[in-house]
């Protein structure tokens, strides 16, 4: 019997930044429920809320204080339960972040179950995600310990059995609620090198990514607790390989449904370096997307995403989001949508919102940006170099308030928002969703084809004109169907041959019958061939 998240699309939510009730600037739970009837319109069938839980907020709700509480800021618990209710009122389901590699140093645990984190006399060489040593001392334990993150971010320690089983205590809670899920936060963190070794300069990745125990904890977890539901879930695993996926994926090791992969996401980089910005080369992308399609194919499964809160906007990084945004927007949907996958689409890019430009540093709330820029202040490194980097690839460029509207503030919040409005949102807006072509009608389409077609779910993948630098060209087959997806990554004309089949979509108003496809800046066109034809 086929798992209904196969067919499912995944609306991620970050609630900081998506709809404000109170006016205090700050997105909450209630502005999540008010807007269920947007997303229920949009066609989404789950809803991926990013923390809401207790937090002092260090880096904006990944820091857990209270598993079991909310966010003040957010609301209460009853808002939450509300939120739930009415989702599965509307057929959505919902599935909770959950972060279990590490808590806030205000967790009670810190205090009172120290045996619960990792500490050492002598820290090793490891650096933090965040810039810096990835130990720090604390005088009541007269230790360090170990935050792959935040300092205010303690990672967890596994190898003790109790807490382990507390981690499994609260996440049942969580399930019998209600929720349908977990989208488990750097979940391939968890297991680290018990001999905790020096690491070639400071890279601490070998030695917790994929470590040692990763998969007896996932399997335990499983066991305990997973398998007595019908949940969906997705780990957030970097430095993850194929191998490593189908392990983690394949249904009969009872681990996960499907895991978060990196690499596409660090092909505008240089040798794992975020920060340092290369043009994308279509060629890479398109031959790591063709690995991922064909690794767990019929042996795992693929998440499929270009955006999240800590991704920047993808019409602005992979597209054009000036001349051609909507073009640019609508074709990059639809050669993710039609892989096979499940597809995540983060608030705002149904709609086309792009990264933004603030002027100095201070605009800017993100922790991991204003550490890395600090840092390369310090070396020497002149602000006006430093920014290009942040406008390509900081965090908060996908944390900008949501745009309902043209209204002030983009209809977000009648306050002050925590962080500024991109001021693309007079004309980059919700309200803007029935215009004739929207992208968010597109994105639409390209959900009904996905709940339509099974060729979508289950069919193979071959890459086309692999080597084409501007044409990103796939089919799909079935023994039924048979879809040809032809994208112009460029902003040029581009001539190939016109695959076989009847239209079935495309982001221009006309596509000429011809012999061959000339395919104009960022057009997508997708021909199909099978029994509904």
């Avoid at 309200?431 to 929207?438: D, I, L, P, V, W």
Wanted: some cysteine; proline content about 5%.
């Amino acid at each position: 019997m086929e798992k209904w998240w196969k067919r499912a699309v995944v609306y991620q939510v970050y609630p900081r930044s998506f709809m404000d009730t109170d006016g205090d600037g700050i997105g909450d739970l209630n502005g999540i429920t008010e807007k269920l009837d947007y997303i229920a319109e949009l066609g989404a069938d789950v809803i991926w809320l990013s923390p809401v839980y207790d937090s002092p907020n260090d880096d904006n709700g990944y820091d857990i204080r209270d598993y079991q509480s909310i966010m003040t800021e957010f609301g209460t618990m009853e808002d939450f339960d509300r939120l739930l209710a009415e989702a599965h009122a509307r057929g959505l389901k919902l599935i909770m972040d959950l972060v279990i590699n590490h808590t806030s140093d205000e967790h009670e645990w810190f205090r009172t179950k120290p045996e619960y984190y990792i500490w050492r006399d002598k820290p090793n060489n490891w650096q933090s995600f965040f810039s810096g040593t990835a130990w720090a001392y604390d005088e009541v334990q007269k230790g360090y310990y170990l935050h792959l993150f935040s300092k205010k971010q303690p990672d967890l320690n596994w190898e003790n059995e109790e807490m382990r089983e507390e981690l499994y205590t609260m996440m049942r809670w969580w399930l019998d609620k209600g929720v349908d899920g977990f989208r488990m936060d750097v979940i391939n963190m968890i297991s680290k090198d018990p001999a905790f070794p020096e690491a070639k300069d400071g890279d601490g990745n070998p030695h917790f990514l994929n470590g040692p125990e990763i998969h007896r904890y996932l399997r335990e977890m499983n066991d305990r607790v997973l398998s007595h539901y019908d949940i969906v879930t997705v780990g957030e695993m970097p430095g993850t390989s194929p191998e490593h996926a189908r392990a983690y994926t394949r249904e009969e090791n009872k681990e996960l449904n499907m895991i978060f992969t990196f690499e596409h996401m660090e092909l505008d980089q240089t040798a794992r370096e975020k920060w340092n910005l290369k043009k994308l080369d279509l060629r890479e992308l398109k031959a790591n997307m063709e690995k991922w399609q064909h690794a767990l194919h019929e042996e795992g499964w693929n998440s499929l995403y270009w955006n999240n809160h800590d991704q920047p906007r993808i019409v602005s990084r992979f597209g054009n989001d000036g001349e051609y945004r909507v073009e640019s927007a609508k074709m990059l949907g639809a050669c993710l949508h039609f892989m096979q996958g499940t597809p995540y689409i983060y608030q705002g890019e149904e709609l086309g919102m792009t990264n933004v430009k603030f002027d100095s540093i201070e605009e800017y709330e993100d922790i991991e940006t204003r550490n890395m820029y600090s840092e390369k202040l310090a070396k020497g490194i002149p602000p006006e170099k430093i920014m290009p980097a942040i406008w390509a690839k900081g965090r908060d460029n996908a944390r900008t308030p949501m745009q309902w509207s043209n209204e002030p503030n983009a209809g977000f919040t009648k306050g002050t928002p925590w962080l500024k409005v991109n001021p693309s949102y007079p004309k980059i807006n919700a309200a803007c969703r029935n215009e004739e072509g929207s992208i968010f009608s597109f994105y639409q389409s390209l959900i009904r084809l996905r709940k339509k077609l099974e060729v979508i779910t289950n069919g193979t993948f071959t890459l086309l004109h692999r080597e084409h630098p501007a044409i990103f060209a796939y089919e799909r087959e079935t023994k039924a169907e048979k879809i040809t997806v032809c994208c112009n990554f460029s902003n040029q004309h581009q001539l190939i041959a016109r695959p076989n089949g009847k239209l079935l979509l495309s982001n221009y108003k006309e596509v000429e019958e011809q012999p061959d496809l000339f395919l104009r800046p960022y057009e997508t066109a997708v021909f199909y061939s099978g029994p509904a034809e």
